[in-house]
């Protein structure tokens, strides 16, 4: 059971804009920038945010992530069948490992 | 072509060692921190170990402490994972990541570099 929890799945329909949510604590989120992953299925993780809001370069637009307190948000604009995948949140958590921590993650089906 | 590329998993007994290697290419390898990260398959992403740029510091998840051991060759531009006294709950597939900023220290920053995975089975 992860210290960062996400919802197990979410959906939309292609175009439409699709959000998942991260919940932590003072202990990780409120305390530590977040990053969020692209998992496609059978094939490795890719960095989609770094430091809550931030792209790296050949990310689209389309993607965003904020914080506020202790929760972040990954949001997806103009959905695309291909965005379909396990979308995972991370951060350090203060009473844990030293490195970071990942959320459960959530699977994003587009209808 | 910036790359990581895994080797040395395979099916090994309860007990026993095996050893992880990662190849980097196509990034200057000794600027960045380097870590090890296992999903079991269907499962979660787990953080297992970190190390510096420098090899001046390096960290291990609980789970995985007292048991593997991570070290890198900057001049071979290769990271390494032995893993000894091995269990079934170590079964997963183990993919090694690159720090996105330069000279991070053990506890890792944003990954933006993965490899594609090597698999590890535990099991008599």
């Known amino acids: 059971q992860s210290v960062l929890t996400q919802p197990p799945s979410v959906s939309a329909a292609p175009g439409q804009k699709v959000t998942v949510s991260c919940s932590g604590s003072?202990?990780?989120?409120?305390?530590?920038?977040v990053s969020w992953y692209q998992q496609v299925p059978g094939t490795a993780p890719k960095l989609l945010i770094y430091?809550?809001?931030q792209r790296p370069s050949g990310i689209p637009d389309r993607f965003s992530g904020s914080k506020s307190g202790t929760s972040a948000t990954l949001a997806i604009t103009g959905l695309q069948t291909g965005d379909e995948a396990d979308y995972y949140c991370?951060?350090?958590?203060?009473?844990?490992?030293?490195?970071?921590?990942f959320g459960g993650g959530t699977k994003l089906t587009v209808l | 072509e910036v790359q990581l590329v895994e080797s040395g998993g395979g099916l090994v007994q309860p007990g026993r060692s095996l050893r992880l290697s990662c190849a980097a290419s196509?990034?200057?390898?000794?600027?960045?921190?380097m870590h090890w990260v296992r999903q079991v398959p269907g499962k979660g992403l787990e953080w297992v170990s970190g190390?510096?740029?420098?090899?001046?510091?390096?960290a291990y998840a609980d789970s995985v402490k007292g048991r593997f051991t991570t070290s890198r060759d900057n001049a071979k531009k290769s990271l390494s994972l032995q893993m000894n006294s091995l269990r079934a709950e170590d079964t997963a597939l183990y993919y090694c990541?690159?720090?996105?900023?330069?000279?991070?220290?053990?506890?890792?920053?944003?990954?933006?570099?993965w490899g594609l995975g090597t698999k590890v089975t535990v099991s008599s």
């Open positions: 990541t690159k720090d996105r900023r330069p000279y991070g220290g053990d506890s890792g920053d944003a990954f933006d570099l």
């Open positions: 196509g990034f200057t390898f000794d600027d960045y921190a």
């Open positions: 190390i510096s740029w420098n090899s001046g510091s390096i």
């Open positions: 003072s202990f990780n989120i409120g305390k530590n920038d």
């Open positions: 430091d809550n809001d």
């Open positions: 991370a951060t350090w958590d203060i009473r844990l490992s030293p490195g970071p921590v």
